[in-house]
Structure formats: structure tokens, C-alpha cells
């Protein structure tokens, strides 16, 4: 039977290859839902083709568009922008995958949560921003979060079939960013077209930009530390620029297990998607032969600072890597403006984790609240 | 409660290493018998450490001996050469390392299967001769076959927890052994010594030098092949020198699990001895980033063409492998002992496979007389 399926972000670039799964495998899912953010043209030609049941766009004034775009006898359009999360909890949808963009995608992944639904997260900031709080509940409630990242889903399945209380450490690969080799001294020049030409990866604005500075590798680990359950200490970032080994698993007899494979998206989101089983792909297979060679380095925290914060934001717990994230997001921005330098990316978002007063996470709305804070913090930095 | 366990070939490199990996681990396994070939005085150095119930030499002269050395009050010493199969069934024996080198560890084997012991399985043999046999015979006496080999152990850990109806290909490594990068035209010249010298694992001389033959990695394709229930097309060779990945199993979405490690037996023997748990062993961590880079190339058929044979056999089914894994151990035995040339070894075991008429199997005994056929056969060919 076809598996009922939401996809919320459903333009994005995940949103999109999700959608690409979809049509190459009749019959096997059923897209009940569709909801985005601002691209109604985008999701209006999505419903032809995919014809959900249900839409919904978390800009009002987008959601007013898309009205127009749908002809009648379409599916119904939710309103915004609360229609997002209220389509992670309908009772027609089985599986959501979670692929919003930034701390906006919280709140639609704690409703899927909260309505028992297994989730695809390809929404990190979910579990960046409440992490403690998502995973509390979705023990509580029966939800099944399957990660969408390539490092966490190829970390979820080197632990499959293993002793969890066996592992010692998460090694977290890294391709190190389209900057990997740019000396120090020429970082501040770098323009935004040269830090999103990802040389393994095609992923998102944002997510590009935090892959050049590593933030999205501290990201990654503030994920991977609620995720999977794991001290901080336990996991480890390793530069590994051919992105083939998508991460690893270091079990107490210092056995590691791997997951590798080509650099395509449509690998961890068609396995979150048809999990517990796997779909055949039509991806070129893995030929290690004709690859050369696969090289391993530690990352440099010299060059690259921003994720040695993501350590310090977990240590100081509570909101923190809420406002780490929020100022990111900010800092980013500012950059890909032209509005500031590369490496002002990793020092606004220092300047802001210290100047924020962690409190112990209550509430996903005190966790966006802390997010939003850093964003302030860090746009009012740039400014200054 | 320690796990009791009995050791065939325990004066060999894996007995060796598996009576260090006992040692290290006080409380966790009792050695119920140690079994060797020949070798009194380590055996008797061994008793007096572990302190074992039972004793068995293969060979009657060798028994006698370690009669003498054993003091009174000692173990228990089974009659030779049967006492070692015997061993293999000893109700007090719960697991049961079969490690003894060669066709002469079937026999053992396939007593500690038909007494429903689970195997950690160092000698492939058993499974080249009559892994049809046996592994039909510990299904139906629930007889659990652990692999001990590097590899079998890394697809092993790399299939846990996955569906085997998703496998698409397994993937067995091979360090290319001493002579990868020897042109073929020198290899005729090569020496016993030469070819000994294997780059990273520490193993007996029959394996180095099936290592520098490939053999090696043709006898783990007919080993994985009954294993792990799979047909022989769907199992791979890659030359990887490094010998950091272990192995790797494909499943249908391109997704490759993979096991690494350092390069210690250490590891896979603990993790049979031990399993479904780990044991902490001080090996060193293995450190991707001190290791530079790590290679892969398609195997060459045309200097090392023995692995071919492999698969030919398995074609050919019945009789045919245990035809040539005879006619292997004779053509090492022959260039160990500077009767034949390097390249002979693999053209010996490529005649007598030829000249084989492959039977149906239906007993160990009649794959133990095909193998011996092999082995006569190559013999009489290196004197011709």
C-alpha cells in the first residue's frame, strides 16, 4: 500500500528531489500534502502533477497566490500560516518530511511530532533549536524521527543492528566547503559566489554558506547529540573532502562501521522516506576503483572556528544552541549580502553565544525566542 | 558468567591471538580445551596459563609428547588424532574457534556444527570444501557460524540490522599482498621470502602467500558465497593496499555499509569470540586523518589470475572447489619449498581444476577426498 506522505518545503531543493523519489516509484507513496513557503508558481505546478489532497504556504500573501494558481476541483488550501503544522498533523498523513528551511521548519516538526507521525528531518535547525524537548516528546508520543542528512542518516545506519551502548565515538565527515584550501589570509576577500560553489554537495543557500565556514558541521553535531542520544565528547568532525565515507560509527573494540555512496540527497531522503525498507535508485553505483583516492584530515579551527561553537553552545545547554543558530542564520544573511566578510560569520556568532545567558528549554516558542534573539543580536553587530 | 570456550589450533596465529585476546579479559571466557597439530611445547606452555579441562594433538607422536610434558593433576588429554573433532562436541564446550589451518579443520568444523555449538570460524576451508554441506547442517542444528576472517567479519558487522533481501553486492577488499605492485614479468623470479613478506597483516605462510596469489580472496568469494547465502555474481573483489576498509556490502539503493579497522586479527577474533557483545581492546584507534589516503583498484586476472579460479569453481559446483583449494595447498607447499615458480601456483591450481570432474556433495568425507585429489593431482604435475 502506498505510504501517505506530507512534505513540508516541498519547493526547496529537498522538497523537490522528495518529489523526484515520488515519480519514479508509482504506486509506492501517496502526496496527501504539499506546503511552502513563498513559491505558490512552484507548488501549483507540484500539485498538477503530484494532486495532494491538501496544500498549504506559510506566506499569507503567497498562500492568497497560490489560491488564484489552483483551478477548481484542487486540493484544499489550508490557511496560512498555521496550515504548515496543522498539515503535520493530519490524520491522513503516515510520514512528513520535515524540509523547511531554518528555524521556521520547528514548529511544523514539533506538530508532526506531537501527532505521533514519523518524520524525515531534513529540517536540522528543528533539532538545533529543541532538540532535548523534540526528542523527549517523540519518545512520548511514538514519533519516529529518521534523519534526512546525508552524515545522520549514514550515522543511523552504521547503529542499526548494534549495541548503542557500544559506541564510542560518532565521527561526522565533513567535505570541508567550497573554501577547504583558501589560506587564511585570503578568507576576508572570499565572495558570496565563491563560498557557494560547493564542490560535492547541491544543497540550499544557507546550508552552503554554513558548509564553507563548518558551522553546519557544529550544526550537525548539536543534531547528531539529540538524535542519537550522545554526549558531545563522543562525537568527532573529520574532514574528509571526497564526501564518499558519509560518516562513521567507532564501536568500543575499535571496530568502525561506515556508510559511503555518491553525493546525492535522493540517497538519505528516499531511505528516510521508504524506511524500514530501501527503494532501488537509479543513482551511478559507488565505483570506488575509478574514484581514486579517499583522504581524511582534522578540521582546522584556526580558518574555520564556527564549529568549535557549537561544542561551547552545548556545553552552556538550554537555549543556547538556539541562539548560536539564530545568529548564524543572521550573520549568513549579512554575508551573502555583501554586508560583511567571511570570517565575520564565525566571530559574530562567538560575540553573540557569549554575550547570551542560557536558560534551561521549556517551550518550542522559548526556543525560537532565543533564536530570534541571536538573529537580532547578530544583525545589530553587523550594523555596528 | 564466563563464556567456555574451546580453541582448535590453538598454537597457531589466531589460537595465539585469541588465548592474548582470553588473557586480557579475565573472567569473561574459560578455556575448556586447547587443540593443536603438533606443536607439544607451546600447547603445554598454553595449559600451564589457561589451565584447560581437555587437550588434543592431531598427531599421535605429538599427543605422546605433550603426555610427557604434562604434569600430573594436568587436563584431560583426548586420544589422537580424533580427540580434536571430539573436543569440537564436548558438552561443556559452548563456542568453539575453529582455527585450525587447512582441509584438516573440517572434520572439527563440522563436529562442533553437528553438535550445535556456535563457531567462530578462522579455517575457511571448511566452508571451501562443504560450506553447502555445513551450512545446511548448523541450520538445522542450530549451529551458529561466526566469521573470523577480517572480511567475512566486516560484511558480518556491515548486514546486522539490514534487510538481506536488499543486498546487491558484497564487496571483499584485498590488500593485493606483497607482489601488487611486482610487473609480471618479474614475478617468475619471485622468493618464498619475497612473497612472505605481506604488508599488513601477521598471518601463517600457506595464507601470505595465497595473499600474493589472490587465492586468497578467490577462497573468501566461495567462503562468502555460503556464509552469507549469496550468489557468486553478486560478490566483488576490490585491491584496496591500505587494508583499512575490512569489506563492504552494497543494498539496492547504492547505499554501501562498510567495517574498519586496524590491521590486528585481534578484532574480528574477539568479536566472534565475544559476540553479540564487544569487548574493549586496546588496539590503537584507528586514525583516518595519520593515515593519508586510501586506495582502490579493480583487481588484475591477467598477474593474479588464481582469485578467477574462485569463481569457476563455484560454477562448476559440487566437488570443484574443494578439488581446488587441494590443489592450492600443494602448489604453496611446492613453491614454499622452491619446487615451482610463482605463477605456478595459480596454472597448477587452473590444470587440476580442468582435469576435475566435479560431483554432486554429499559428505565431508567426499569433499575432504576431493580435496586431497587436488592436492595429489598438483603434486604430481610440479614433479612432471
Redesign the interface.
Known amino acids: 500500500m502506498a505510504k501517505r506522505i506530507a512534505i513540508l518545503g516541498s519547493t526547496g531543493s529537498i522538497g523537490v528531489q522528495a518529489l523526484d523519489v515520488v515519480s519514479r516509484h508509482p504506486g509506492r507513496f501517496e502526496v496527501v500534502g504539499l506546503a511552502a513557503g513563498k513559491n505558490a508558481a512552484r507548488l501549483a505546478e507540484q500539485v498538477a502533477r503530484h494532486r495532494p489532497r491538501f496544500v498549504a504556504m506559510a506566506d499569507p500573501a503567497a498562500a492568497r497566490e497560490l489560491q488564484g494558481l489552483l483551478g477548481p476541483g484542487g486540493p484544499e488550501l489550508l490557511p496560512a500560516p498555521e496550515g504548515v503544522a496543522l498539515m503535520a498533523s493530519l490524520p491522513e498523513v503516515e510520514f512528513v518530511l520535515a524540509a523547511i528551511a531554518g528555524g521556521a521548519g520547528l514548529r511544523s516538526t514539533a506538530a508532526a511530532v506531537e501527532a505521533g507521525k514519523t518524520v524525515g528531518l531534513a529540517n536540522k535547525e528543528s533539532l538545533v533549536l529543541a532538540g532535548e524537548l523534540l526528542m523527549r516528546r517523540a519518545a512520548e508520543r511514538h514519533s519516529q524521527i529518521l534523519p534526512v542528512d546525508s552524515e545522520h542518516s549514514a550515522i543511523f545506519?552504521?547503529?542499526?543492528?548494534?549495541?548503542r551502548a557500544?559506541v564510542r565515538r560518532l565521527?561526522l565527515t565533513a567535505s570541508g566547503g567550497p573554501l577547504r584550501a583558501v589560506p587564511a589570509e585570503q578568507l576576508p576577500a572570499v565572495t558570496p559566489a565563491q563560498a557557494l560553489k560547493h564542490p560535492n554537495w547541491s544543497m540550499g543557500d544557507k546550508i552552503t554558506i554554513d558548509s564553507a565556514t563548518l558551522m553546519n558541521k557544529g550544526l550537525e553535531v548539536i543534531e547528531a547529540r539529540w538524535l542519537f542520544d550522545i554526549e558531545p565528547r563522543r562525537i568527532d568532525i573529520?574532514v574528509?573532502p571526497e564526501s564518499v565515507?558519509h560518516s562513521?560509527v567507532?564501536?568500543?573494540?575499535?571496530?568502525?562501521?561506515?556508510?559511503?555512496?555518491?553525493s546525492d540527497m535522493r540517497?538519505p531522503i528516499?531511505?528516510a522516506m521508504a524506511w524500514?525498507?530501501?527503494?532501488?535508485?537509479d543513482?551511478?553505483?559507488?565505483d570506488?576503483?575509478r574514484?581514486?583516492?579517499?583522504?581524511?584530515?582534522?578540521p582546522d579551527p584556526v580558518r574555520f572556528p564556527a564549529f568549535t561553537l557549537a561544542y561551547r553552545a552545548l556545553e552552556m545547554g538550554g537555549t543556547a544552541p538556539a541562539a548560536l543558530s539564530g545568529a548564524d542564520e543572521a550573520a549568513v544573511e549579512a554575508f551573502l549580502a555583501g554586508r560583511c566578510p567571511f570570517p565575520r560569520i564565525a566571530s559574530l556568532c562567538e560575540e553573540v553565544l557569549e554575550a547570551h545567558v542560557a536558560e534551561p528549554l521549556r517551550s518550542v516558542g522559548q526556543a525560537l525566542e532565543a533564536s530570534d534573539w541571536g538573529k537580532q543580536q547578530a544583525a545589530r553587530r553587523v550594523m555596528g
Do not use: K, W
Open positions: 545506519q552504521s547503529l542499526l543492528g548494534h549495541n557500544e565521527l573529520i574528509h565515507v562513521m567507532e564501536y568500543l573494540d575499535g571496530s568502525v562501521v561506515a556508510q559511503l555512496g555518491v540517497g528516499s531511505y524500514p525498507e530501501r527503494l532501488a535508485l543513482l551511478p553505483p559507488l570506488l576503483s574514484l581514486g583516492a579517499l583522504t581524511f584530515q582534522p
